[in-house]
């Protein structure tokens, strides 16, 4: 009987990821996506970024909550939040921005099919500025994909331009989380790139101690830091 072994998860191993790359086939990468909203779904994404966009919506007194969601993928948490809002009678506006022509159109397809208004757009938001007219600027399972330079400066970025809130909802680098992402993206979807992806965004991941010291030196003091299933933390700032 084999053991399985695991990496050692002490320090960041960051690698290349499949989905990062510019000539990724549009198959594999639609592929790919339709088995990352399997993961975010299972996962509960949406559901650790909706209690904080939740209560800023109560206290807007009616007023729209315009929602920027940072490398937006397939736009599937976007989709879910406008949901979520629509049974809880609180006004959101959303959108999504994103590097990948391919992701976003999967994203405003999927937008049409369940009849949800969600703006997208194409943005490099590490090489631009981020847009000023958001209440909240948040991003979901991206920041490990970049190194510690454009880590921080995305979080700098992000709290120059959200109006009220930031939220970043990423993995933390443990042999749990590890081993979770080997077995989950096995059992939620057939993509080969998910299947590569998924464990090699644990090794890639911070910890919650790194992103704290990256989120005081990008200027986001007093950011608020929460754990939660499956191996995930959530970064609150309020401006």
Known sequence: MKTLLLPSLAVRCREPELMDQPDLDNTAHRHAL??????NQFSRSSAILWPAILQLGRQSQGRPVRVLDV????GDLLLDLKSRAERSGVPLELAGCDVSPVALRV???RAEQKGLSVKFFEADVIASPLPDDYDVVMCSTFLHHLDDQEAAGLLANMGKAARRMVLVNDLTRSQLGYLLALIGTRLLTRS???HFDGPQSVRSAFSIDEVAAMAKTAGLNGAQFSRHWPQRFLLKWKR
């Open 192 to 194: 080969y790139v998910v």
């Open 107 to 109: 994203g405003v397809e």
């Open 34 to 39: 339709t088995g990352l909203a399997r993961v």
């Open 71 to 74: 490398a937006c993928g397939g």
